[in-house]
């Protein structure tokens, strides 16, 4: 029955304006004319929202007074901020998990300079032939490809580059500062704005997941670090 049908589609946080306006009317136009439902049974969400009322469904949480949800992508990440189970304010700042892959200011095409590039490049080898033409030729001046892609590249087949317990061994430290800013950057946006400290903070995005992949052993610290951050801000 399309008249008990809703149809919920999602956007990222940067969407905004004209740009949404579009993209709301080709979805409310479509869904018309294509299933018969009306435009007021069309819902638009923010992708950094929709995680939190599925964590909320799951009953993962039981504070609703204050919370965070911190969406990390690969460009950017995303903060919804929640009381009493209703969207307060958001924002998005250009600071996902790329820049960890990136090389800093350094932007020229071809840059190497990445640490975690530097460090393992001659490391990482694949008995797979395939993977290691294809590793050698992106680290090659030819492909173009930068550290972000290369890095990618080795996490994507990280079953063959043994990758990830290098990251934990070595880079341990640089996801925990970049864990740290965001659990900052977002306690100062908080504060600035008179809102309340947030009693629960969550995490999605695939740039998170950095968090169960690399520091999944430290979550008490991760919290103790949450905490120190936001005792001091409020």
Same mark, same amino acid.
């Given at each position: 029955?399309?008249?008990? #049908?809703?149809?919920?589609?999602?956007?990222?946080?940067?969407?905004?304006?004209? =740009?949404?306006?579009?993209?709301? @009317?080709?979805?409310?136009?479509?869904?018309? @004319?294509?299933?018969?439902?009306?435009?007021?049974?069309?819902?638009?969400?923010?992708?950094?929202?929709?995680?939190?009322?599925?964590?909320?469904?799951?009953?993962?949480?039981?504070?609703? $007074?204050?919370?965070?949800? &911190?969406?990390?992508?690969?460009?950017? #990440?995303?903060?919804?901020?929640?009381?009493?189970?209703?969207?307060?304010?958001?924002?998005?700042?250009?600071?996902?998990?790329?820049?960890?892959?990136?090389?800093?200011?350094?932007?020229?095409?071809?840059?190497?300079?990445?640490?975690?590039?530097?460090?393992?490049?001659?490391?990482?080898?694949? $008995?797979?032939?395939?993977?290691?033409?294809?590793?050698? %030729?992106?680290?090659? #001046?030819?492909?173009?490809?930068?550290?972000?892609?290369?890095?990618?590249?080795?996490?994507?087949?990280?079953?063959?580059?043994?990758?990830?317990?290098?990251?934990?061994?070595?880079?341990?430290?640089?996801?925990?500062?970049?864990?740290?800013?965001?659990?900052?950057?977002?306690?100062?946006? &908080?504060?600035?704005?008179?809102?309340?400290?947030?009693?629960?903070?969550?995490?999605?995005?695939?740039?998170?997941? %950095?968090?169960?992949?690399?520091?999944?052993? @430290?979550?008490?610290?991760? @919290? =103790?670090?949450?905490?120190?951050?936001?005792?001091?801000?409020?």
């Amino acid at each position: 029955d399309v008249n008990q #049908t809703k149809i919920v589609w999602f956007r990222p946080l940067s969407f905004r304006g004209s =740009l949404k306006d579009i993209f709301e @009317e080709i979805w409310k136009n479509a869904s018309s @004319e294509i299933l018969g439902i009306p435009s007021s049974q069309v819902l638009c969400l923010s992708e950094s929202e929709a995680p939190y009322y599925y964590y909320s469904k799951k009953g993962t949480f039981k504070a609703i $007074e204050s919370v965070a949800l &911190i969406d990390i992508g690969g460009g950017s #990440t995303d903060m919804v901020c929640f009381n009493n189970n209703k969207p307060r304010f958001a924002n998005s700042v250009h600071f996902g998990c790329d820049v960890l892959w990136g090389n800093g200011y350094n932007q020229f095409v071809g840059a190497k300079d990445n640490g975690i590039f530097q460090k393992f490049q001659d490391i990482i080898k694949f $008995e797979d032939a395939d993977l290691a033409r294809l590793n050698e %030729y992106m680290k090659s #001046t030819d492909s173009g490809s930068s550290t972000k892609d290369i890095i990618n590249f080795w996490i994507d087949n990280a079953n063959e580059s043994h990758v990830v317990s290098l990251l934990k061994q070595y880079f341990r430290p640089v996801f925990l500062y970049h864990y740290a800013s965001i659990i900052y950057y977002l306690a100062k946006m &908080i504060k600035s704005i008179g809102e309340r400290c947030p009693q629960t903070i969550l995490f999605s995005g695939n740039g998170s997941k %950095y968090i169960d992949g690399f520091l999944h052993s @430290e979550h008490h610290v991760l @919290e =103790l670090l949450a905490n120190v951050i936001l005792d001091k801000e409020f």
